[in-house]
């Protein structure tokens, strides 16, 4: 195409954390408004990518002393090889410097051997400390040597070919590299003016903590734009520069209930008085005379404002969260009476 051509502009869009749930290990990115079907177009890149093209780090092979296979057993320790090995591909490594590196486990004696025991090179840092990889008896003894490479998405075992046996006892492994556990993504509609149209994409990311949601978000983006450069024959239509930040138009008088905490729950329940939690009769007299009447009032509470209530105890606190959990309710989620007006006003349905 020439390019004296005078492009329409496209609709560039906004991104946000969900600050209220971003953590280490999960995150949700809105981004919007988009052009219309580009949500799904991106959402899925953006899914694939994430699942498969991460780089990470994990063990790969071990050397565990007294043994030669993976179906051996060892003396003085309650789980077989076997088990020892599954629970070795449950240790999430942080690689600072994507370098191969070596770790030590040496546990002597009674003990539980946890990955908080383990030894490690100095760019390698272990993240769930207190996943346990054996219970050793009082006679036993473990003592293993972990190598740790880094990769892409899923690696069988390296075997060398030909050999059952190595000649260093090594066991090979087979790893998942990708720090990226599980990835969600929605579309939906959004306003721009009059155009009702455009999409909303909703990004739900959770990793096992050796990078963070947006690390890997910002990796897997530099990965699709790499790609798709290399399909321009021509040179690149300046949108950049034609286009500009468009903000989706808000209702004031409307609140999301995806906003307020609430996936697959009616709004009109959080009005509804305690009795519909179905509480014992002494947790249930605690909180009505509290003043906590109704269910809003108990899910704007703390779980340490709700102990400091006259006569309710630690009993009373675990029966009230497992009532609330039945409805998908939590303490602290701290949703305001003009939200519920709000959202009721703008007949806003649930977001499954």
């Not at 969900?18 to 899914?47: C, D, H, I, S, W």
């Not at 490479?149 to 060398?160: C, K, V």
């Not at 690390?215 to 897997?220: A, G, I």
């Amino acid at each position: 195409m020439s390019n004296k051509v005078e492009y329409k502009p496209l609709t560039i869009p906004q991104l946000r954390w969900n600050a209220q749930t971003l953590t280490k290990t999960y995150g949700e990115l809105v981004a919007q408004p988009l052009e219309p079907g580009f949500g799904m177009t991106l959402g899925n890149a953006l899914r694939r990518t994430l699942l498969g093209a991460i780089e990470g780090s994990a063990v790969t092979s071990v050397i565990i002393k007294g043994v030669n296979n993976e179906f051996a057993s060892l003396p003085g320790v309650i789980e077989d090889v076997m088990h020892i090995v599954l629970n070795i591909k449950g240790i999430v490594v942080k690689n600072k410097e994507g370098k191969p590196g070596t770790m030590r486990l040496h546990v002597k004696g009674e003990a539980v051997a946890r990955v908080a025991d383990i030894q490690c090179d100095e760019h390698l840092e272990l993240i769930n400390k207190e996943h346990i990889i054996a219970h050793v008896a009082p006679e036993g003894e473990l003592e293993i040597e972990f190598f740790v490479e880094s990769g892409r998405g899923y690696r069988p075992a390296q075997w060398p070919i030909g050999q059952a046996l190595q000649a260093d006892n090594r066991i090979y492994l087979d790893a998942m590299f990708s720090p990226v556990v599980k990835v969600y993504f929605d579309v939906e509609k959004t306003r721009v003016g009059k155009d009702i149209d455009y999409d909303k994409l909703i990004v739900q990311i959770h990793t096992n903590g050796a990078e963070i949601p947006q690390d890997v978000l910002h990796y897997s983006v530099s990965v699709v734009r790499t790609q798709l450069e290399h399909f321009l024959t021509a040179p690149e239509i300046p949108f950049n520069d034609i286009s500009q930040t468009v903000q989706p138009e808000k209702k004031e008088e409307a609140v999301e209930v995806r906003d307020l905490g609430l996936h697959g729950i009616p709004v009109e329940l959080l009005l509804k008085p305690i009795d519909e939690l179905e509480l014992s009769a002494r947790a249930h007299n605690c909180l009505i005379s509290a003043g906590k009447k109704r269910i809003l009032d108990l899910v704007n509470l703390t779980e340490d404002e709700a102990l400091k209530i006259k006569n309710f105890g630690r009993k009373s606190l675990r029966e009230v969260k497992e009532s609330m959990k039945a409805f998908g309710l939590s303490f602290g989620m701290d949703i305001t009476e003009d939200d519920i007006k709000r959202a009721l006003k703008g007949k806003l349905t649930p977001s499954v």
